[in-house]
């Protein structure tokens, strides 16, 4: 892979990606203790439990609550600053 790199002169940088492992739900996540952790370019990539891409969260659960809470506190800090106006 470094080869790749080299000779099509591309620069990585890591600390922007990141790992998210997807499990079943009746499998618990250890954080990434029992994955082998594995470069890109020379430098190592982090294992994540979450992650926020393009404004929504995802999750290793795979599911969407916490994007819901966090679009419902978006929502109610919104609504309290139209309060505050009038």
């Known amino acids: ?3 790749f790199f ?15 492992v997807a499990r079943p739900a009746n499998r618990k996540f250890s954080g990434g203790d029992d994955l082998k952790s594995f470069t890109i370019g020379g ?16 999750s290793a659960k795979t ?12 929502f109610i800090g919104q609504a309290n600053n139209v309060l505050c106006l009038f």
């Open 43 to 58: 430098s190592s990539v982090e294992f994540v439990r979450l992650f926020v891409h393009l404004g929504h969260v995802i």
């Open 1 to 3: 892979m470094t080869s």
């Open 6 to 20: 080299d000779e099509y002169s591309i620069v990585f940088n890591a600390n922007k990606p990141k790992c998210l």
């Open 63 to 74: 599911d969407d609550e916490l994007d819901i809470k966090d679009a419902c506190c978006k």
